[in-house]
């Protein structure tokens, strides 16, 4: 079976989760979400995408 998860919800999952036992404070988890937001508009975002996807298919090869 496989299970797949979009990295949005996957990060917003993480996030909330910090948020609730308190391992960042709102704040930091505000500048965190912008941060994200406003990267994704910029010419690195290709770049991080690329990357992130060429690490997670490489993965299933470490054993």
Known sequence: MVFT???VALF???LALMLRFRAVSPGAAAV???FGYFAA???IAPVVNS???NLLHALPGLH
Do not use: D, F, V
């Open 12 to 14: 917003g999952i993480l």
């Open 32 to 34: 965190a979400a912008l």
């Open 51 to 53: 990357t992130i996807t």
């Open 41 to 43: 508009s910029t010419g």
């Open 5 to 7: 998860i979009s990295a």
